[in-house]
């Protein structure tokens, strides 16, 4: 049985996913900064790696962060 994944917006990338459970975790954080459930943003693709970012650091989301490298 292969566990639940959530997906990553992100072509140019080799990781597609990440593990549901992971998430999970900041479901409520998703919800407030998307305005729509897991589930819902999963169904649209899911989230690009800044908003990803945000959510599992529990912080707003504002628009684009910068990554350093």
Known sequence: M????FPI??????IKSI??????AHREQAQKNH?????????????????????LADRP???TIKIEK
């Open 35 to 55: 305005r729509q459930s897991l589930e819902r943003l999963a169904e649209r693709g899911g989230l690009t790696w800044d908003e990803l970012v945000c959510v």
């Open 61 to 63: 989301w504002f628009g």
């Open 19 to 24: 593990p549901w459970d992971i998430i999970e």
């Open 9 to 14: 917006l992100n072509p140019h990338n080799r």
């Open 2 to 5: 292969s566990e639940k994944r």
